[in-house]
């Protein structure tokens, strides 16, 4: 491992596995831990995790020996064994829990295919991971081995992308995308390069992370024929951060591949701003750009997972303007029902009033900013070339209040329960008196 500041660790019980045995990714795949007797190799189990492992129907469990590896066998409660060994917690249900919280399953026009937001997708192709983390957002259909995704699921995929010209981003999940044989991901993402309306493809994968050996210079090779390709990795905790995550991330960045991170706020894991702070400092050492701290779904199994979102904002109050700019992520909550990503932070708008805005920074100094007293919106003609593509989705939200003609967005039912009669019974017959004033619009009434 060329000169990296990050530790290499492999825990005594595989202290003898010959060194081209751990380094390659097929060892550690077939050689994953996920029994009582498995774990007992490395640290004493607590009750509740042995009262967890031998629970029937529980999500399942299988970690790389490389990944378990990182463990204190000292520590129980070590923040990388709470993520990928499972406690009786895991059983508990609790107010708000839902089986497909962010409401998948209703956005997906055919299977695996969620098409939530105007422009992109997200596009599961496997239910396979090489762990499994506790608090997985898709535990409701990740892990099983019987059941994965066909080549006609696939075909379905992409015959709708075909057929969708609004899609310009395909962010590829599952399960874990580099998981799949080298054969299956290339034959997905050439598919999708021969779309010509997809702009660029996306992968999200854990892949690096726990089994860093899988990213060889023929899976660069492979991925680098498909740019513009973008990668987000996801790392929790700043321990997880070694040599063989290092040199990983390396290749991938030599093939070209931006590399993101997204992480999940994770009580007693990581919900901490200093932990966060080495995260964040150490992910851009990696070269790894971290874009999003997801507030804790609420999914079935992570009750004990979740923390205030206060927790998240206190975070970002701890990052921006403490640290560099490009290592503060966007703090998310993945709307329950289907909303999508919120992004949420600290207020930096203390007040404002005619031409003058009151601001505060990270260190609590207030300032003005004067604004502009000429300020003339520009030309329509500027932005024409550019506006059909966002404004066809029917998606144009608040943004389409500001820029479009919708006056206001209403909930359901809204006009039918606002209709009190009033048209029966209005104050004058002449109709004229409730015509717009027009005011600003050049054509005063005499
Ligand atoms: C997160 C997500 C995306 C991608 O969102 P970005 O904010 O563009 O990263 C797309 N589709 C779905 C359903 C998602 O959950």
């Not at 751990?22 to 509740?48: A, G, I, K, M, Y």
């Not at 239910?127 to 898709?138: G, K, W």
């Not at 303007?321 to 503060?328: E, L, Y």
């Amino acid at each position: 491992m060329s000169n990296t500041p990050f530790p290499s660790k492999r825990a005594p019980a595989f202290a003898d596995v010959p060194d081209e045995k751990w380094t390659d990714w097929r060892w550690q795949l077939s050689h994953r831990l996920n029994s009582v007797e498995d774990f007992e190799q490395l640290f004493p189990l607590s009750e509740s995790e042995r009262k967890a492992l031998s629970q029937q129907g529980l999500f399942r469990v299988d970690i790389t020996p490389y990944f378990a590896s990182l463990i204190d066998p000292d520590d129980p409660s070590d923040p990388i064994r709470k993520q990928v060994i499972p406690t009786a917690e895991e059983i508990l249900p609790y107010t708000g829990m839902m089986e497909d919280s962010l409401a998948e399953d209703r956005h997906s026009p055919v299977p695996g295919l969620v098409h939530r937001y105007p422009d992109r997708v997200l596009m599961l192709i496997t239910t396979q991971c090489a762990c499994y983390c506790r608090y997985c957002t898709r535990s409701r259909i990740v892990g099983d081995p019987s059941q994965t995704f066909s080549s006609e699921d696939f075909e379905a995929q992409l015959d709708y992308l075909r057929r969708t010209p609004q899609v310009r981003d395909v962010l590829l999940s599952g399960g874990d995308p580099l998981t799949l044989s080298p054969r299956v991901l290339e034959r997905i993402l050439r598919a999708l390069r021969e779309i010509p309306h997809i702009e660029i493809v996306r992968i999200g994968s854990r892949v690096p992370v726990f089994m860093p050996q899988r990213i060889t210079s023929e899976l660069t090779d492979l991925l680098q024929q498909f740019h513009p390709l973008w990668l987000n990795i996801h790392v929790n905790h700043p321990n997880e951060i070694t040599a063989e995550l290092a040199e990983a991330c390396d290749k991938l960045s030599r093939a070209g591949i931006p590399l993101g991170n997204q992480s999940v706020l994770l009580a007693g894991v990581n919900d901490d701003a200093f932990i966060q702070r080495r995260l964040v400092q150490d992910l851009v050492r990696i070269r790894v750009r971290p874009y999003y701290l997801y507030q804790c779904d609420l999914v079935e199994g992570a009750g004990h997972f979740r923390t205030p979102v206060a927790k998240g904002i206190g975070i970002i109050e701890a990052l921006r303007g403490h640290t560099s700019g490009f290592a503060v992520p966007t703090y998310v909550v993945d709307a329950p029902g289907g909303g999508g990503k919120i992004p949420l932070g600290p207020n930096y708008l203390i007040s404002m009033s005619d031409h003058k805005i009151v601001l505060r920074n990270y260190e609590g100094y207030i300032t003005t900013y004067e604004e502009p007293l000429d300020y003339k919106p520009p030309d329509a003609r500027l932005a024409a070339p550019f506006k059909k593509a966002i404004s066809e989705s029917g998606q144009d939200g608040v943004f389409g209040l500001l820029d479009g003609d919708e006056m206001s967005i209403k909930p359901e039912g809204f006009d039918q329960l606002h209709v009190r009669g009033g048209s029966q019974h209005r104050l004058r017959a002449d109709s004229s008196k409730w015509s717009p004033l027009g005011i600003g619009s050049g054509e005063e009434e005499e």
